[in-house]
């Protein structure tokens, strides 16, 4: 029980200090003293675990998340080279595990993606599992640019996740639709990921394959064409690319 209600202090402290954080850079964008370069709420996330970057991967159908929320242009980047590569740390922390690799295990442990995130300047990952034990709904990756693991940052992120997880799950439960909307607005989730699962299923009846197929199909097009998911998807759904 002890150890019960130390994590519970530890993930309570943590949601205090993100909140504390996210109010002072609403505070200096309110009165531009701050560049907005990202959502708020993802960029206090960023700054508490000290890496470059941070993103969280909500929700899973057929392999792509139903939603996406990055600090930044790199950590998108990143997340979309492992859609389209199939690999990557959200992919594994989504099954429930801790993930953490740097430097040299980065690429022999992704022997696609590994080298794609190095040549983003992106050297150290660690991602974390959103949900209750058993019931995933999608991982939290820490991005940094030192070739190194942190066991610090592995815990931070650990706790962090554990803490949104808390404020997700709360809010779609108990909270009000404006609840709802006011924590993506915070979030800044990317509503590409709508133009993707459709894509999948125009996918799914173009090839009459199943939708981890589609994806799969999909993936592979945006890799040959050197394009990104979302650009190949938006391509499928105008009908300007089909797979028949």
């Keep these: 029980m002890r150890n019960l209600f130390a994590r519970a202090m530890s993930r309570h402290l943590m949601s205090a200090e993100i909140q504390e954080l996210l109010a002072v850079r609403m505070e200096a964008r309110r009165f531009r003293t701050e560049t907005a370069s990202g959502p708020v709420l993802m960029e206090a996330i960023a700054a508490q675990l000290g890496t470059a970057s941070v993103l969280a991967a909500l929700g899973s159908q057929n392999r792509v998340p139903v939603m996406v929320a990055a600090s930044d242009k790199t950590a998108r980047a990143a ?52 949900g209750s034990p058993g019931v995933g709904i999608g991982a939290l990756c820490a991005y940094d640019k030192v070739p190194a693991a942190s066991e610090r940052t592995a815990t931070a992120t650990k706790l962090v996740a554990e803490a949104l997880t808390q404020v997700l ?17 915070f979030l800044g989730a990317s509503d590409n990921q709508a133009v993707i699962q459709q894509a999948v299923g125009m996918v799914t009846v173009q090839c009459d394959c199943q939708p981890e197929d589609a994806a799969d199909l999909l993936a592979a097009r945006a ?22």
Excluded: Y
Aim: contains cysteine.
């Design 79 to 130: 997340h979309e080279l492992e859609l389209v590569m199939a690999e990557g740390p959200a992919t594994e922390a989504s099954g429930g595990a801790l993930v953490t690799a740097a430097g040299p295990n980065l690429l022999q442990r992704w022997p696609h993606f590994g080298p794609a995130l190095a040549e983003l300047g992106i050297h150290a990952v660690c991602a974390a599992p959103l």
């Design 223 to 244: 890799f040959a064409d050197g394009a990104s998911l979302a650009e190949v998807a938006a391509q499928i759904v105008h009908g300007e690319k089909r797979f028949d």
């Design 169 to 185: 799950l709360s809010t779609s439960r108990f909270g009000r639709p404006d609840d709802e909307l006011a924590i993506l607005g």
